[in-house]
Each structure stands twice: as structure tokens, then as C-alpha cells.
């Protein structure tokens, strides 16, 4: 017997066709670029790393490219090759995911809550000036589900405070403002491949460094600090010593994720124009509901389509924690992007953050959903997703 959707009736969707959220586009390529690195057996870091490395370099117009294990590791590693540790301040958003705090916490220096720009979701420049201390030395902007920041008033705030800017790209691949591309802007650009993403490698990241220097300190702390040849030393130029010359991590990436990721990164544009097709047909249909809608992108913006996140809003007949079990009900896989970080109980406790420091992000926090959005969706699909979400919201 087939379920029941919260209200008693039948789902849009049956519950053995339950539509995961996120779920990814993976294709022949990738799954021959996997088998080749296994018969190949090099499956460490090696020369698709490389390879990968290089294409994502010159599709974002960067000299300088550096492949890790996650965004969070490019994160932290950005943080701590600056020089920023214990007692120095990071200016952050309060609407992100916990791992943008979480790596200026594990270097040791402090995060700072700036609110949100109502509009966008993203980092308010205004609120930003208003938190800048004499221990502040970097800001680390989110471009928010694929939106760029208003990167010109942020980059002349540090400008005029010689601060860092280190720029949170998870949800930013293609993201570019007034044609210049995220992850350019500042000192370094973090990017997220996890699995949900535009780009995916299952697990991985990239970081986008202004010199050669940068990039040569973020391999040596990514590879235990051990010395640039160590990258190279099983290559087949015969074995390499090396020298540990910092105090590093294991954040690398592998043959394997790079496998994944370089057909990925051949098909992320086009894909990039499915993601906005399915994007626009959801503000269509979606217009006349009680909810706030995404912001549409500027005409010096480009958005990166990576997630669809409307508000419902206080006047709707459900909340958006009921929303989310309707939604489940009828078997469309949903997401939260995110609660605000004021909201969780360990920043609460350690860093003593509360919802009045970030109201703004507190109520985004409080209305946010995440509705599938995937170039891996058929129109069918879609069609399930737009009829169960206005069946939801009363329409």
C-alpha cells in the first residue's frame, strides 16, 4: 500500500521514486576515467591531480591552482598561509554552512558575525564596516547558492583597512561579477567539489592563489609540509627526497576524485545552462505562492544557479519545518541552506553568538528551503517538484 502525503491524500510521487535532493550527474566518462586510474593503479595523488589542476586553473583565468580534499581544507589552508592565527578576527557571514567558521576557528583565530544583505542572503559590506576591529585581518565573503557579493564595496573595504580577502566559492564555480570570476578577487578563492555541487569529485576542493608563493605554501601545509617534490617523488623521474619544512596536514587530493572531476569541469557549462532553466522555471511557477522568491541576478552578475532557496514566509499556512515534512511526504527530497550559525548550540556556548547580533540571518535561517535543482533532473521530475511544492503551499 502506498503512502500518504501529509494530507491524507496520495504523494505526487511514489515513494520507490523518491527524488533525492542533490543527487548527482555522473556519466560514462567519469566512470571510465575511475577504472582507468585503477587499472593504472595510480590512485594517490598523481597526474590527473595535476591534469585537474591545471583545466580548472584556466577556466577560472587563475595562474595558480591547487586541488584538496575538501573546501574546508582549502579553507583552513588559506587561513593559516596568510598568517592568520590566535588573536587576529575573520569577518564572515552569519548565513553559511559551519565549516566557514570552523576553519577560522581551527587556525586558531576568531570568527565574526556580519549580517546579511535581505535581498541577496549575502554578506552586507555595510554591516562588515561595522565590525572591522584592530584585530581584524581578513574578510572571507560567501557568494550565497551561486550569487556573487558585491565584491567592489568589500574589496575597498579591505583596501582601506589592509585586510585579507579569501572568498568562500562552495557554491561558486561559475559564478562571476562584473565579469570578472569568484575566486579572483581576494588573495585566495575556495571551492567546493562535494557531492551536491556543480562540480563534483565526491569529496574535494580547490584553492585559487594570486602567486606562485601562495600556491607553493598551500602544497607544502596540504601534504604533512613536506617540500614541493614531494608531490613528484613516485613519479617515473625516479624518487625524490623531500624535506618537511611545515608543520602540515593531509588534506590532499587523489587520482580517483581528479577522475571524476575532469569530465565534470568539460560539461560544466553546459549544465550550467540546464541549472538555469530549471532555475527560471521555478520562479515562474512559483510566483504567486507565499514565498520569497530568490533574487534574481544583476545585469553585471552572473549567478551560478547552484541552489534554489525560497523563503516561506511568516504568512504561509505551514512553517517551513512543516513545509519540509510535506515535501518529504509527497517523496521530493529537500534541503535546509542553512540554519543561521547563531542558532547552533556549540557557537551559542563557545563564542557566545546570539540571534540579535545577525537578525537578518536568523530569519533566512528561519524560512529557507532548498528544492532540488540538478542538470541530473528530467522535466518529469521538475514537473513532480513544482506540482508538490504549490500542492504544499496551498496552490
Not at 543527487?23 to 598523481?46: N, Y
Not at 551536491?196 to 601545509?221: F, H, P, Y
Not at 553585471?300 to 534554489?308: D, F, Q, T, V
Not at 511544492?389 to 496551498?394: A, D, I, L, P, Q
Request: aromatic share 8%.
Amino acid at each position: 500500500m502506498s503512502k500518504l502525503a501529509i494530507d491524507g491524500g496520495k504523494p505526487v510521487r511514489s515513494r520507490k521514486n523518491f527524488l533525492v535532493f542533490g543527487a548527482p550527474q555522473i556519466g560514462s566518462e567519469e566512470i571510465a576515467g575511475v577504472v582507468d586510474s585503477l587499472r593504472r593503479r595510480w590512485v594517490g595523488t598523481g597526474p590527473k591531480v595535476s591534469e585537474f589542476e591545471q583545466a580548472f586553473a584556466r577556466y577560472k583565468g587563475s595562474s595558480h591552482a591547487v586541488a584538496v580534499n575538501s573546501c574546508t581544507a582549502a579553507l583552513h589552508l588559506s587561513i593559516l598561509s596568510l598568517g592568520i592565527g590566535p588573536g587576529d578576527e575573520v569577518i564572515t557571514t552569519g548565513m553559511t554552512f559551519c565549516a566557514t567558521v570552523n576553519a577560522i576557528l581551527h587556525a586558531g583565530a576568531t570568527p565574526v558575525l556580519a549580517d546579511c544583505d535581505p535581498r541577496t542572503l549575502n554578506l552586507d559590506p555595510n554591516q562588515v564596516a561595522r565590525k572591522i576591529t584592530k584585530r581584524t585581518k581578513a574578510i572571507l565573503p560567501v557568494h550565497f547558492a551561486g550569487l556573487p557579493c558585491d565584491m567592489n564595496a568589500l574589496m575597498k573595504l579591505a583596501k582601506a583597512h589592509r585586510l585579507h580577502v579569501i572568498e568562500d566559492c562552495a557554491h561558486a564555480i561559475e559564478t562571476e561579477y562584473r565579469g570578472r570570476k569568484a575566486g579572483t578577487f581576494g588573495a585566495l578563492g575556495c571551492f567546493s567539489f562535494y557531492a551536491t555541487k556543480n562540480l563534483t569529485t565526491a569529496e574535494g576542493g580547490m584553492v585559487l592563489a594570486k602567486n606562485e608563493a601562495l600556491a607553493d605554501k598551500l602544497k607544502r601545509l596540504a601534504l604533512h609540509g613536506m617540500s614541493k617534490d614531494a608531490w613528484k617523488r613516485y613519479s617515473d623521474s625516479g624518487y625524490l627526497h623531500y624535506d618537511v619544512v611545515d608543520l602540515g596536514y593531509k588534506y590532499n587530493m587523489t587520482d580517483l576524485q581528479a577522475a571524476i572531476g575532469l569530465p565534470q569541469l568539460r560539461r560544466l557549462e553546459k549544465n550550467w545552462k540546464r541549472r538555469r532553466s530549471l532555475w527560471k522555471k521555478y520562479q515562474e511557477a512559483f510566483a504567486d505562492l507565499p514565498v520569497d522568491l530568490p533574487a534574481e541576478p544583476l545585469s553585471h552578475e552572473r549567478h551560478a544557479y547552484h541552489l534554489y532557496t525560497p523563503l516561506v514566509r511568516k504568512d504561509s499556512k505551514r512553517s517551513r519545518d512543516q513545509v519540509l515534512a510535506a515535501l518529504t511526504a509527497e517523496n521530493i527530497g529537500v534541503g535546509v541552506h542553512y540554519r543561521a550559525l547563531c542558532d547552533h548550540p556549540y557557537y551559542r556556548t563557545t563564542l557566545g553568538w546570539k540571534r540579535k547580533d545577525v537578525p537578518v540571518a536568523a530569519g533566512i535561517g528561519d524560512g529557507t528551503i532548498s528544492l532540488p535543482l540538478s542538470p541530473a533532473l528530467s522535466d518529469r521530475d521538475v514537473d513532480d517538484v513544482i506540482a508538490a511544492f504549490r500542492k504544499v503551499m496551498g496552490k
